[in-house]
T-cell receptor, first 115, second 112 residues
Framework: RKEVEQDPGPFNVPEGATVAFNCTYS??????FFWYRQDCRKEPKLLMSVYSSGNEDGRFTAQLNRASQYISLLIRDSKLSDSATYLCVVNGGRGSSGSARQLTFGSGTQLTVLP | DADVTQTPRNRITKTGKRIMLECSQT?????MYWYRQDPGLGLQLIYYSFDVKDINKGEISDGYSVSRQAQAKFSLSLESAIPNQTALYFC???????????FGPGTRLTVL
């Protein structure tokens, strides 16, 4: 089982639509959660962190459910410029030596917003 | 100027050749990482370094080696390239919290 699993899509939605992506993670000790965005043939960039209480940044809302080990990203009023691959990213807490574990990236969900 | 740079941006080579990919950063971060990305597999960690004297293997280090020449420089070598090392390679940096990573623009490597 992959440590971080995402529906690969693709999701093709019209402009103005609301779209939701889901992600599950297997390491219950994970402590930090993020959504990154990656445009075609470009590097990943941080979109937003995900906090336990849920958080919003403009049209984007992220939710975390630790009990179910589930993360979501909601995009409202989709724009053409939202077309990209969205990567769910999890920091696996701390190892036995106390050092921070590395980030684990999901394989991404591809979104295309259509005019 | 970009905070994290990678050279070359594109490289085509032949099986058995030695290849070095270079990464430089101006963010002053201690931590640097090398990933490869293949379609449908996401980013896989090859090696990471917490400082100049601390280098660690990632999940797919076989066939690769690294050198941390300075805080700002981290290079990845393929001693004898093989076709299944054809991929997009990213360098990244982070501060000591390791939370947010900043990526270079990537190197597209093709091994024939």
């Amino acid at each position: 089982r992959k440590e971080v699993e995402q529906d690969p899509g693709p999701f093709n939605v019209p402009e103005g639509a609301t779209v939701a992506f889901n992600c599950t993670y297997s390491n219950s000790a994970s402590q930090s959660f993020f959504w990154y965005r990656q445009d075609c043939r470009k590097e990943p960039k941080l979109l937003m962190s995900v906090y336990s209480s849920g958080n919003e940044d403009g049209r984007f809302t992220a939710q975390l459910n630790r009990a179910s080990q589930y993360i979501s990203l909601l995009i409202r009023d989709s724009k053409l410029s939202d077309s990209a691959t969205y990567l769910c990213v999890v920091n696996g807490g701390r190892g036995s030596s106390g050092s921070a574990r590395q980030l684990t990236f999901g394989s991404g969900t591809q979104l295309t917003v259509l005019p | 100027d970009a905070d994290v740079t990678q050279t070359p941006r594109n490289r085509i080579t032949k099986t058995g050749k030695r290849i070095m990919l270079e990464c430089s950063q101006t963010k002053g971060h201690d931590r640097m990482y090398w990933y490869r990305q293949d379609p449908g597999l996401g980013l896989q960690l090859i090696y990471y370094s917490f400082d100049v004297k601390d280098i660690n293997k990632g999940e797919i280090s076989d066939g690769y080696s690294v050198s941390r020449q300075a805080q700002a420089k981290f290079s990845l070598s393929l001693e004898s390239a093989i076709p299944n090392q054809t991929a997009l390679y990213f360098c990244a940096t982070s501060d000591q919290s390791g939370s947010q990573q900043f990526f270079g623009p990537g190197t597209r490597l093709t091994v024939l």
